[in-house]
């Protein structure tokens, strides 16, 4: 499976678009990318999953260049309840089988 | 439709003793996943189940841990003769398939402490 590097921490303001970058320059034909969410004391919850160009839902947006070595999060107007901590994955996105790196902390301030 | 339920959320064990975590996954979803969580870092895939059978073990300690998850009732990780470094939230996740762009559903995690 991919190796992801992500930054480990950021803060950002309320209101702030957050864009959240993860490197994976291993990444193979059949994998897609993935970025989970997780609270304190919570279970990951899933954000969104793209395989290229750009995916967008009613929480967020996911870039994926064409050469797919990188992905970038983006998380419009956040909010004090978007603190949490957000994992970058990258694999065939089989089921649950997840490989889930150190993932990014992010910490929104009023 | 209740999401992925575990329990105990929090268990406490005295060195030695045995701990029972329990999962029960969403309606319809035949595969569970067991994490573990040790504090201040990531999430370690520890095993993979569907009914009655162990699918990928790869990511479980070889000694005084197992799981099961039987035709009938919830997925059970079992670690038996419990040390401090058992201490870690264990997350279970259920998915229905293991087609592609399948999502996987955690659990709120249940909380060991050992003492």
């Known amino acids: 499976l991919a190796k992801t590097t992500q930054p480990i921490s950021m803060d950002s303001y309320e209101g702030q678009e957050v864009n959240i970058t993860c490197s994976h320059n291993n990444i193979a034909t059949n994998d897609y990318i993935t970025w989970y969410q997780q609270f304190p004391s919570q279970g990951p919850r899933f954000i969104i999953q793209?395989?290229?160009t750009k995916v967008t839902n009613e929480v967020a947006s996911l870039f994926i260049p064409a050469d797919r070595k990188s992905s970038t999060l983006s998380l419009p107007r956040v909010s004090l309840s978007d603190t949490a901590v957000y994992y970058c994955l990258v694999g065939p996105n089989q089921g649950g089988k997840l490989i889930f790196g150190q993932g990014t902390e992010l910490s929104v301030k009023p | 439709n209740a999401g992925v339920m575990q329990n105990p959320r929090h268990l406490v064990r005295r060195r030695g003793q045995e701990a029972r975590l329990r999962c029960s996954p969403m309606k319809g979803h035949s595969h569970v996943y067991w994490y573990r969580q040790l504090p201040e870092e990531g999430l370690k895939f520890m095993v993979y189940l569907q009914k009655e059978n162990i699918i990928d073990e790869s990511g479980m300690p070889k000694e005084r841990f197992s799981a099961e998850f039987p035709k009938e009732g919830p997925s059970i990780l079992r670690i038996q003769q419990v040390v401090r470094g058992d201490s870690a939230a264990y997350f279970c996740?259920?998915?229905?398939?293991?087609?592609?762009?399948?999502?996987?559903?955690f659990g709120q995690g249940t909380r060991l402490t050992v003492v």
């Open positions: 996740a259920s998915s229905p398939s293991t087609d592609p762009n399948t999502e996987a559903f």
């Open positions: 793209g395989y290229k």
